[in-house]
Nanobody
């Protein structure tokens, strides 16, 4: 059974940084498209960033461009989201997702989804 384990969330002040990690464990393929979504209270979830299975393509939501960076570890089944210059509006539960082929913005398009990690940015 494939599982996604997220870590790295927490409380940070405005302007601070956090790095989220997501590791795919269990029966795995050689590589996945990895994505980070977030959902703030009372709002729909949105795709924040993604990196394609072959690292050829990355996507960032306009609200995080220039501040967040998605990357992959040496092991292809782990991904990171470096979040700099955090703002109160970045406060949300951040979810990791992985897919063998899908690269879009639909949460349910991904084959595997994590349980989420809370990121809180204080003003």
């Amino acid at each position: 059974q494939v599982q996604l384990v997220e870590s790295g969330g927490g409380l940070v002040q405005t302007g601070g940084s956090l790095r989220l990690s997501c590791e795919v464990s269990g029966r795995t393929f050689s590589s996945y498209t990895m994505a980070w979504f977030r959902q703030a209270p009372g709002k729909d979830g949105d795709l924040v960033a993604s990196i394609s299975w072959n690292d050829a393509r990355t996507y960032y939501a306009d609200s995080v461009k220039g501040r967040f960076t998605i990357s992959r570890g040496n092991a292809k089944n782990i991904a990171f989201l470096q979040m700099n210059n955090l703002r109160p509006e970045d406060t949300a539960v951040y979810y990791c997702a992985a897919s063998v082929k899908y690269e879009g913005s639909n949460w349910y398009g991904y084959d595997y989804r994590g349980q989420g990690t809370q990121v809180t940015v204080s003003s």
